[in-house]
């Protein structure tokens, strides 16, 4: 298996850099981040060097309720259009930034930063919304030619972003309605790399890339863990979200919810060498979420993964066609569109629940009722292959589940070269339904019967 573990990734950055005065020379330089083996089909825009003499150090403020967010956007204003922005001291951000302005820069993060969770209900009400989901952001950055890394080589607590997610779990163990923000997103950024930093325990998801184009991240390492044996709500790895032309690649991810998510209108995606502990998967959607709305899914490559101890592997989850009450904030069906043209290639699976998901009948447990209304959403084009190693006890002999809604619903969906085993040793099985059985390299049998488990959706 070509996967490399972290430590190799972290071995692999030597990534120490350009100084021009006093104070520069443990700059890291800017790393040559490259997809590889594959990429999303043409080049990424060229980013020039930055101009050697221009640095802006992110001031530190001395306060103990300081709040770091004002001198941040002004050294990047500072730095703007050539400059490179050092974040080499501990920051703490207690407001939203609005950093969508960003053009031709350099930010460099071998310090940590931190948002302030002294307050959980103020980010309910100050951070920047998404109707998609519910979700919102502490921050979000877009823009044109922007580089953000760090250096895995300095020690745990260095180049780091840190949500501060226990006191919003915590919260949330005695209110599901709480808003959480996410960590970080690229939004309305064109050409941008991500690479050698540290995420720490974000509320929500770890990232969302979104309305974005020529993306690539790398060489990261995603950690969200809590205290005390408190639940970690959501927590996604990556999300995806009208986008086009991203990587992701080379990193590791621990966390509760999907190691990465391809959501509404996400193309020319590749997702790479990955090491994932703790998740749903790599999954296509939710999708179909949305009535009246049209949820494109299209050129995915998803190469060389390995998911431990997940409740799903390589996952495909789309809406039913009625309206789905699931959760708190997460609720709907009946929106149309298309998944098409989609390669998951070279997985390992080591004691996951399920190796194949394939659903239509996404947060609902009324099999029945995903039945008489069948998914507005079809999916076709689909290959699943080389996919090897073990599943968990859970639902032993079965592996997993290849179920549309109708007959119409899914067209040339392939599984080729499984070798999945099962701790008992029987022959692995998969329930499947509305599938061309001839094009599927493994064992069905019936869906069963009674209400889907939703714990995962």
Not at 118 to 123: A, G, H, M, R, T
Not at 134 to 151: A, F, H, P, R, T
Not at 171 to 194: C, H, I, Q, S, Y
Not at 358 to 379: D, H, M, R, V, W
Request: proline residues 5%; charged residues 20%.
């Amino acid at each position: 298996m070509r996967l490399n573990s972290v430590g190799s990734f972290v071995a692999a950055l030597a990534l120490l850099s350009p100084a021009l005065a006093t104070g520069h020379n443990k700059i890291p330089s800017r790393p040559d981040v490259v997809p590889g083996p594959y990429n999303f089909g043409r080049p990424m825009p060229h980013s020039p060097p930055r101009h050697k003499g221009r640095y802006c150090h992110v001031k530190q403020g001395c306060d103990k309720d300081r709040d770091d967010g004002p001198n941040i956007v002004r050294a990047l204003h500072q730095c703007n259009n050539g400059g490179t922005v050092v974040f080499d001291k501990s920051y703490v951000i207690g407001s939203p930034l609005d950093l969508t302005f960003l053009k031709h820069i350099d930010i460099v993060i071998t310090g940590n930063i931190a948002f302030d969770d002294s307050d959980v209900y103020y980010w309910a009400n100050n951070s920047f919304k998404y109707e998609f989901q519910n979700q919102s952001v502490y921050w979000k950055l877009g823009g044109e030619d922007v580089n953000i890394y760090g250096d895995l080589t300095l020690e745990e607590g260095k180049s780091v972003i840190d949500g501060k997610g226990q006191a919003f779990w915590e919260e949330m163990a005695v209110n599901k309605a709480l808003f959480r923000p996410m960590l970080f997103a690229f939004d309305g950024m064109k050409g941008a790399t991500m690479s050698n930093l540290r995420m720490r325990n974000p509320p929500n998801w770890f990232n969302i890339i979104a309305n974005s184009t020529d993306i690539i991240v790398s060489n990261m390492d995603l950690r969200a863990e809590s205290l005390n044996g408190v639940k970690i709500a959501n927590s996604d790895g990556w999300d995806t979200y009208r986008s086009d032309r991203v990587v992701i690649q080379d990193s590791f991810i621990r966390n509760t919810d999907d190691c990465v998510s391809f959501k509404p209108n996400s193309t020319n995606v590749v997702v790479q060498n990955l090491e994932c502990i703790g998740s749903h998967g790599i999954s296509i959607g939710s999708i179909g979420q949305y009535v009246n709305q049209t949820d494109i899914v299209e050129n995915l490559h998803i190469y060389n993964i390995s998911m431990t101890n997940a409740s799903d592997f390589a996952r495909i989850k789309v809406w039913p066609g009625v309206q789905t009450n699931f959760q708190t904030h997460l609720v709907g069906g009946g929106g149309s569109g298309y998944v098409r043209n989609v390669t998951y290639d070279l997985l390992h699976s080591i004691n996951n629940d399920r190796a194949i998901t394939i659903t239509q009948c996404y947060g609902q447990s009324n099999k029945t009722l995903c039945n008489e209304f069948p998914a507005n959403l079809t999916i076709e084009d689909v290959t699943m292959k080389n996919i090897w190693g073990t599943t968990s006890e859970k639902l032993d002999p079965q592996a997993g589940t290849l179920v549309c809604s109708a007959p119409d619903r899914c067209n040339n969906i392939k599984v080729e070269n499984i070798t999945v085993t099962v701790p008992s040793g029987k022959p692995p099985v998969y329930e499947c339904r509305n599938m061309d059985n001839s094009l599927l390299q493994l064992t069905c049998i019936e869906e069963s019967d009674g209400d889907r488990d939703t714990s995962q959706g």
